[in-house]
């Protein structure tokens, strides 16, 4: 499967690309980078600290994935919706990892998948996925009785919050619940708050050093506690469950897949 890797010079985009090397199946076939980019004209290869490629970066998006088979996308909602329409035009498959997505984004996305087959998570390991399967049984499970919080901390960098991941496990929560977690969750906390409200379920973000992702989903009852967690030592977690999303998506009909579906936890 011919991929290429948008974001190609950043910290994912070369976990990415080395991860291609190493995949059985799966073959380097372009590198996108925003224009004036100092990685631009490099061998991706090289620049991910891999062996030669022959491919060279570039900021044409639209002849880099001419003969490709699929996108690997971490980027910026504004990048990702632009590869989504280019995506849908060649008929390929597109991997969204990319996080701040927002509502029309989403949307977006949907329209594309009526001609491509798209695959988008908040995270894209196999953990932290299942993580996700495990957090909506126990919401399920425990009922309104455990109060719901979930705690996230990252690198400095980072420039959106809460995470992708946190608000994939609030939503697994949320559908454990059968309650909207728009309406249901609460993003921050400071001053005279009032009580927790009945069903909420909360967010804290913290950030700090070169933390790659850490989550820990807390369900607070009257005199027990259960906590489930995940934590990332390595990106490049991301990055294979990133390949083998877009190997499992190669062939298949457009539609608008996630993690869940690639790794079949839904049953």
Same mark, same amino acid.
């Given at each position: 499967?011919?991929?290429?890797?948008?974001?190609?010079?950043?910290?994912?985009?070369?976990?990415?690309? !080395?991860?291609? @090397?190493?995949? @059985?199946?799966? /073959?380097?076939?372009?590198?996108?980078?925003?224009?004036?980019?100092?990685?631009?004209?490099?061998?991706?290869?090289?620049?991910?600290?891999?062996?030669?490629?022959?491919?060279?970066?570039?900021?044409?998006?639209?002849?880099?994935?001419?003969?490709?088979?699929?996108?690997?996308?971490?980027?910026?909602?504004?990048?990702?919706?632009?590869?989504? $329409?280019?995506?849908?035009?060649?008929?390929?498959?597109?991997?969204?990892? $990319?996080?701040?997505?927002?509502?029309?984004?989403?949307?977006?996305?949907?329209?594309?998948?009526?001609?491509?087959?798209? /695959?988008?998570?908040? *995270?894209?390991?196999?953990?932290? *996925?299942?993580?996700?399967?495990?957090?909506?049984?126990?919401? !399920?499970?425990?009922?309104?009785?455990?109060?719901?919080? /979930?705690?996230?901390?990252?690198?400095?960098?980072?420039?959106?919050?809460?995470?992708?991941?946190?608000?994939?496990?609030?939503?697994?929560?949320?559908?454990?619940?059968?309650?909207?977690?728009?309406?249901?969750?609460?993003?921050?906390?400071?001053?005279?708050?009032?009580?927790? #409200?009945?069903?909420?379920?909360?967010?804290?973000?913290?950030?700090?050093?070169?933390?790659?992702?850490?989550?820990?989903?807390?369900?607070?009852?009257?005199?027990?506690?259960?906590?489930?967690?995940?934590?990332?030592?390595?990106?490049?977690?991301?990055?294979?469950?990133?390949?083998?999303?877009?190997?499992?998506?190669?062939?298949?009909? #457009?539609?608008?897949?996630?993690?869940?579906?690639?790794?079949?936890?839904?049953?």
């Amino acid at each position: 499967m011919r991929l290429v890797v948008a974001g190609a010079a950043g910290r994912m985009g070369r976990a990415l690309i !080395r991860i291609i @090397q190493e995949t @059985q199946g799966a /073959i380097l076939a372009g590198a996108i980078e925003r224009p004036g980019s100092a990685a631009i004209g490099q061998d991706a290869g090289l620049l991910a600290g891999g062996g030669k490629t022959g491919v060279t970066i570039t900021a044409d998006a639209l002849s880099a994935i001419v003969g490709a088979d699929g996108i690997l996308d971490f980027t910026t909602p504004q990048t990702t919706i632009a590869l989504a $329409t280019l995506a849908a035009q060649a008929r390929i498959v597109h991997i969204v990892g $990319t996080t701040g997505l927002q509502p029309e984004d989403f949307a977006r996305l949907e329209a594309a998948a009526r001609h491509a087959v798209v /695959i988008q998570s908040g *995270n894209m390991s196999l953990g932290v *996925n299942l993580l996700a399967a495990l957090v909506e049984k126990a919401a !399920r499970t425990l009922g309104p009785e455990f109060d719901i919080e /979930i705690v996230e901390m990252h690198h400095r960098a980072k420039v959106d919050a809460p995470s992708g991941t946190a608000l994939l496990l609030g939503a697994a929560a949320a559908k454990g619940r059968a309650i909207d977690l728009e309406h249901n969750s609460v993003r921050s906390r400071d001053g005279h708050t009032g009580a927790r #409200p009945e069903g909420a379920i909360g967010f804290a973000s913290l950030r700090g050093g070169s933390v790659v992702g850490d989550h820990r989903v807390i369900f607070a009852g009257s005199g027990e506690r259960l906590e489930l967690a995940h934590i990332a030592e390595d990106r490049s977690i991301f990055a294979r469950g990133a390949v083998k999303a877009a190997l499992w998506g190669h062939g298949r009909d #457009p539609g608008l897949y996630s993690m869940i579906d690639v790794l079949g936890l839904d049953g």
